[in-house]
C-alpha cells in the first residue's frame, strides 16, 4: 500500500484535544455559567487553553463601581484584575484583590493536558471581617461609608462551601470534555472507517478489472487461434477431398468394389469434417464480430418452398411428412440468403433428424410484431415500440426437450445428453451459429419444446424497411 | 510519538491487540482502576455492541518526564473481531509499540495465530517493521480450565524474542507487569531512535524508575 492511498487516522489515533474551545460549545457553556450564576451568585468566567474568553457570567460590583470613580481605585482595580486573569497555574490557586474579594483560577486538565481555566470569582470570604487597610490607603478621597455599604453587598462564601463549589464547576466542565471528544472522536472514526473500507473496495475492483481485462483478452487470443486453425485445417483438407473425388470417378484408373467403398468412405468423412471446420470457423467469426450480412430482400414464403425441396429427399428416407404453412402476401425481410439459409437449413435437420418415422415436420411463416423481451417498464411506449417481422416457424413431432435444458441449447458445444452426438450426429455448434445468425439480422429465436411431443422454434425476422 | 516542544509534552502511543474476547478492554479497565486518579484519566470506550468493542478504548495515562517535560501515554485497544480489519489497522496507525493479548485457551491455540499474523501485516500496511516494533505477549486468562500450563508456556516463550507475560486481567493480575514490559521495551526503542536523554534530558532510567514507582512495583520486581 503506498502513503498516498492510505486512509491517514493519525491525529485522530492519537486522538487529543489541545483546547477547551475544540470540542465545547460557546453558545451551551454560556448557558451553564449563565444558570451556575444564578444559582450560586459567583461570577464565573471560562477560558480556553489558548487564553480566549469562551464563557462569562457577572454581574458588576458595587465596589467595582465605587472604585472606579477614584484615579488611585481605578489604578489598583484594574492591576489586581489583570493579575488574576494573567495567571495561568499548574494547580487551582486562589488571589485576593485589592477589594480583599478573592478568585478562584481553577486549571482545566484533560487526558494530561492543560486545555483551558475558569476563574469563580470575585466573592468575600465568609471568614473576612476587617476592611483590608490596602483598601482604605487606595485614593485620598476614599469614603469609607461607601465602601462598607458596598462590601456588605458582596457575595459572601465560606472556603469549604468555595471548594466544593469549584469541585463541582471541574466536574461538570470535565464531563463536557470527555463526552464531547468522544463524540468527536466516535464520528470522525465513522469517517475514516468508511474511507479505509472504500479505499480497500476500490483496491479489490481494480484488481478484479485486471482479472477481467486478462480474461477477456485470452477469449480474444481464443478466438484467432480457432479461426487460424480452421483455416489451416481446410487447406490440406480440400485436397483430401479433391483427390478421394477424383479416384472415386476412376479419373485414375478403376477402382475394385472394396477400393471404392473406401475411397467413399475416406471422401464422406473429409465432407463431414469440412462441415465441421466451416461450423467453428463461422462461430470464431461470428464471435469477433466480423461475419458480414449482405441482406436482399427476400420473400419469406419462397425461403420455405425452397427448403422443403431440398430436404424432401432426407425426409422421405426417414418417412417423415414435411409441409409448408405460409400465406401469401407476407411482408419482404432484409436478410442475407445465404445466411438465412443456413439458420433455416440447420433448424430443418434438426427438426426431421429427431421426429421418429410417421411423425411430420411443418415449415410456417406468419406476420407478427417483434417485440423486445425486457418486459417493458421504463420508457416502454417509446422505446420498445414494436416493429413488423415475419416469424418462420420450424414444427417438429419429434422426441422434444426437457424444459429446464431449453435455455442452454444455444451455447456453443452445448448438447442435451452426449450420446445424441453419437445417435443422431452433430457437433453442438448449430443452434450457437443460429443464434448468433438470428441476432446479426437483428432478429429473436424462440424455441418452445415438450418431451415426447415435438418442438417448435420460431426465428423472426424483422420486416424489411420501406422506402 | 508526537513531540509538542511549546507544551514541552511527548505523547506515545500503544495498542492492545489480539483475538475477540482475548481481554484487551479489561486490560485497560484493571490499569484504569490499579492506577490513582493522578496517572491517569477516564477510560474512553468509543462504540460498543452487545459489549463488544467496535471502535476502540482509549486509556490515557500520564507520567512526569523530569527536565520538565511531560510524558502522556494512550492506551488503545483494537476491536478483535475479524470483521472490523479496517478498524483495526487505522487504530494501530503511529504505534510506539504493542501488547499482543493471547487467550490461554488451548482450544484458542488457532484465532491466537491468526490475530497475530493479522498484527503482523496491519503493522507492515502502516510503514511498521513487525521484527524491530516493541511487543510484548501476554497469556491472559490465566485462571480458566483448558488452558497449557505454565512450564509449557515457558517452554514456548524461550522459542520466541518477545516477552511474555501472563495474566488474569477480570483480578488485575499481570496486567501492570505486562504494561510495564511494553512500556521499557517501547522506552527503549524511543530512546534508541530520538535520543531522548541526549536531545531532551529524559534519562531512560530515571524515567522508567518514576513509572515503576508510580505503578507501585517496588524496584527488585521489574
Known amino acids: 500500500m503506498n502513503d498516498a492511498a492510505r486512509t491517514s487516522g493519525i491525529d485522530l489515533a492519537f486522538g487529543d484535544v489541545s483546547g477547551l474551545d475544540e470540542v465545547v460549545d460557546r453558545e451551551a457553556l454560556r448557558d451553564v455559567c449563565r444558570s451556575f450564576f444564578d444559582l450560586f451568585g459567583i461570577s464565573i468566567r471560562v477560558f480556553s487553553g489558548n487564553g480566549a474568553l469562551l464563557a462569562d457570567a457577572h454581574e458588576e460590583l458595587a465596589i467595582h463601581t465605587y472604585l472606579r470613580t477614584l484615579p488611585g481605585g ?87 462551601t468555595a471548594e466544593r463549589v469549584v469541585a463541582h464547576l471541574r466536574g461538570i466542565l470535565d464531563l463536557l470534555v470527555f463526552s464531547s471528544h468522544r463524540a468527536h472522536l466516535t464520528s470522525e472514526m465513522h469517517v475514516v472507517s468508511v474511507r479505509e473500507s472504500y479505499r480497500e473496495l476500490a483496491e479489490k475492483t481494480a484488481r478484479l478489472q485486471t482479472a477481467y481485462d486478462r480474461l477477456r483478452e485470452l477469449d480474444k487470443l481464443k478466438s484467432n487461434f480457432l479461426a487460424t486453425v480452421s483455416h489451416e485445417l481446410r487447406t490440406p483438407l480440400t485436397s483430401i477431398i479433391g483427390y478421394s473425388e477424383m479416384l472415386e470417378a476412376g479419373i485414375a484408373g478403376p477402382l475394385g468394389d472394396e477400393q471404392l467403398d473406401f475411397v467413399q468412405t475416406i471422401h464422406g468423412k473429409g465432407e463431414q469434417l469440412l462441415a465441421l471446420i466451416t461450423s467453428l470457423l463461422d462461430l470464431s467469426k461470428l464471435e469477433q464480430g466480423v461475419l458480414r450480412i449482405e441482406p436482399q430482400l427476400l420473400d419469406a414464403r419462397e425461403l420455405l418452398v425452397d427448403l422443403a425441396k431440398t430436404f424432401e429427399p432426407a425426409a422421405r428416407k426417414k418417412q417423415v411428412e414435411i409441409r409448408v404453412e405460409a400465406p401469401p402476401n407476407l411482408p419482404r425481410i432484409a436478410a442475407d440468403p445465404v445466411r438465412i439459409k443456413q439458420i433455416l437449413s440447420n433448424l430443418a435437420e434438426n427438426a426431421i433428424k429427431f421426429t421418429p418415422p410417421g411423425g411430420h415436420v411443418v415449415f410456417a411463416a406468419n406476420e407478427t410484431d417483434l417485440d423486445d423481451d425486457d418486459g417493458g417498464g421504463f420508457g416502454a411506449v417509446l422505446l420498445a415500440a414494436p416493429r413488423r417481422a415475419v416469424a418462420f416457424l420450424v414444427r417438429d413431432t419429434g422426441i422434444g426437450m426437457p424444459r429446464e435444458e431449453l435455455p442452454k441449447i444455444f451455447d456453443a458445444f452445448y448438447q442435451i445428453d452426449g450420446s445424441s452426438t453419437r445417435e443422431h450426429g452433430g457437433t453442438g455448434l448449430g443452434l450457437s451459429i443460429v443464434k448468433r445468425l438470428v441476432d446479426a439480422h437483428d432478429g429473436t429465436i424462440k424455441v418452445d419444446s415438450e418431451p415426447g411431443k415435438g418442438t417448435v422454434f420460431t426465428v423472426t425476422i424483422p420486416e424489411a424497411e420501406s422506402g | 510519538m508526537q513531540i509538542d516542544f511549546k507544551s514541552r509534552e511527548l505523547t506515545v502511543k500503544l495498542v492492545y491487540y489480539g483475538p475477540a474476547l482475548s481481554g484487551k478492554t479489561t486490560n485497560l479497565q484493571a490499569i484504569h482502576s490499579l492506577v490513582s486518579p493522578e496517572t491517569t484519566g477516564r477510560l474512553m470506550t468509543l462504540e460498543t455492541r452487545d459489549d463488544r468493542t467496535l471502535f476502540f478504548d482509549l486509556l490515557p495515562l500520564t507520567f512526569d518526564g523530569g527536565a520538565g517535560i511531560q510524558v502522556r501515554f494512550k492506551l488503545f485497544t483494537v476491536p478483535g473481531q475479524v470483521i472490523h480489519n479496517a478498524t483495526r489497522r487505522l487504530v494501530l496507525q503511529g504505534a510506539d509499540g504493542t501488547a499482543f493479548i493471547a487467550d490461554s485457551q488451548i482450544s484458542e491455540t488457532r484465532s491466537n495465530q491468526q490475530a497475530f499474523l493479522n498484527m503482523q501485516e496491519n503493522l507492515r500496511e502502516n510503514g511498521i517493521d513487525p521484527a524491530t516494533h516493541p511487543i510484548v505477549i501476554q497469556f491472559n486468562k490465566r485462571d480458566l480450565p483448558g488452558v497449557r500450563t505454565d512450564e509449557e508456556l515457558e517452554r514456548m516463550a524461550k522459542k520466541g524474542r518477545e516477552p511474555v507475560f501472563k495474566a488474569v486481567a477480570t483480578r488485575g493480575t499481570g496486567v501492570i507487569e505486562t504494561f510495564l514490559g511494553l512500556t521499557e521495551r517501547t522506552w527503549r526503542q524511543l530512546e534508541e531512535r530520538h535520543q531522548l536523554h541526549e536531545k531532551f534530558g529524559l534519562d531512560p532510567e530515571v524515567f522508567l524508575r518514576g513509572v515503576r514507582s508510580r505503578l507501585g512495583i517496588p524496584e527488585a520486581a521489574a
Open chain 1, 74 to 160: 481605578r489604578r489598583a482595580l484594574s492591576e489586581s484584575v489583570d493579575a488574576v486573569i494573567r495567571t495561568t497555574p499548574d494547580q487551582p490557586v486562589q488571589l485576593e484583590e485589592i477589594s480583599g474579594a478573592v478568585y478562584d483560577v481553577v486549571p482545566l486538565v484533560y487526558q494530561g493536558r492543560r486545555v483551558g481555566r475558569f476563574v469563580l470569582g470575585p466573592y468575600l470570604p465568609a471568614e473576612m471581617k476587617e476592611v483590608p487597610r490596602a483598601l482604605l490607603k487606595v485614593d485620598p478621597a476614599l469614603d469609607r461609608e461607601k465602601v462598607r455599604e458596598a462590601l456588605a453587598s458582596m457575595p459572601r462564601v465560606k472556603r469549604a
